[in-house]
């Protein structure tokens, strides 16, 4: 009996796990750099030589992906703001930031930005010591260690390569062709998906990629219930936020 209710919680723990992950991929254009997205702040119309031969197939995909958001991923967060106090929250996001430090390293230095790669290998080690274990972001204390994010995808833009055809994923949110290929990329370098824990430990796994999932959403609702209340046409709204946001992060 107690193996089987161990077993039941590992299911329960790796459903929710998934869902919410996936859950949170429909907030990807969140993924991008918030002070960078507020510098921006939207103009629809604004977005040179956007490509989406697909657009028909988009705009079904953005409308059950608002279906999502709706009845599943805004009572996550809410309750989970509910829940965990604020400082907590904040402390619970920066623990994540700073286990992401393997994506950024290696996008910083495939792209020639060493400064880049030297800083956030400064952050990490002042975050995960007198940050204890990254749940305080003590770098943001030192101005030289204040560097924009890095992922492959802007890696992949920096090498040339084009956005290509604009998407939107099942779930998992906007996207293009290039970025696409860039979350896998993102997947391989992250520690989550390392399986550093033992076979008997997934339980805890699934848990700790739960948790990751819930606390990115908390800030993330509020931004899409902005874009989509102001926008005449809330699919360019977000193609063009989401495409604005990556241009810029591939030029910064």
Same mark, same amino acid.
């Given at each position: ?24 991929? +429909? ?18 119309? +604004? #977005? ?9 197939? *988009?705009? @079904?995909?953005?409308?059950?992906? *608002?279906?999502? =958001? ?7 967060? $809410?309750?989970?703001? &509910? ?6 929250? $904040? ?7 700073? /286990? ?8 910083? &230095? ?18 995960? @010591?007198?940050? #204890? ?13 204040? #560097? ?6 802007? @890696? ?5 390569? $084009? ?5 939107? /994923? ?21 520690? /989550? ?10 339980? #805890?796994?699934?848990?700790? $990629? ?11 609702? *509020? =931004? ?29």
């Amino acid at each position: 009996m107690i193996w089987r209710r161990g077993l039941w919680r590992v299911r329960f723990l790796a459903s929710l796990g998934g869902l919410v992950l996936l859950g949170c991929g +429909a907030l990807s254009a969140a993924e991008m750099d918030t002070e960078a997205a507020e510098d921006d702040f939207y103009d629809e119309y +604004a #977005v040179p030589e956007v490509s989406d031969p697909l657009e028909a197939v *988009n705009r @079904t995909m953005f409308r059950f992906n *608002n279906t999502v =958001m709706k009845f599943v991923i805004r009572p996550i967060s $809410r309750g989970y703001e &509910t829940v965990v106090p604020r400082v907590a929250r $904040r402390g619970i996001g920066n623990f994540f930031d700073n /286990l992401r430090y393997p994506i950024r390293l290696v996008s910083s &230095t495939l792209q020639g930005k060493f400064d880049r790669a030297g800083a956030e290998t400064g952050k990490f080690l002042f975050n995960s @010591t007198i940050g #204890v274990g990254g749940f305080i972001k003590v770098s943001d204390s030192i101005p030289a260690l204040r #560097v924009p994010q890095e992922d492959v995808g802007q @890696t992949f833009g920096r090498w040339g390569a $084009r956005p290509g055809p604009f998407l939107v /994923l099942p779930v998992l949110g906007p996207s293009s062709v290039r970025d696409l290929g860039g979350r896998l990329g993102d997947a391989a370098l992250s520690p /989550l998906n390392w399986n550093l824990l033992d076979d008997y430990d997934w339980e #805890v796994e699934a848990g700790v $990629r739960a948790l990751d999932s819930v606390d990115s959403l908390s800030g993330a609702v *509020n =931004m899409y219930d902005a874009l989509n209340q102001a926008a005449l046409d809330p699919y360019i709204a977000f193609r063009n936020a989401y495409l604005q946001s990556r241009e810029a992060a591939v030029n910064q």
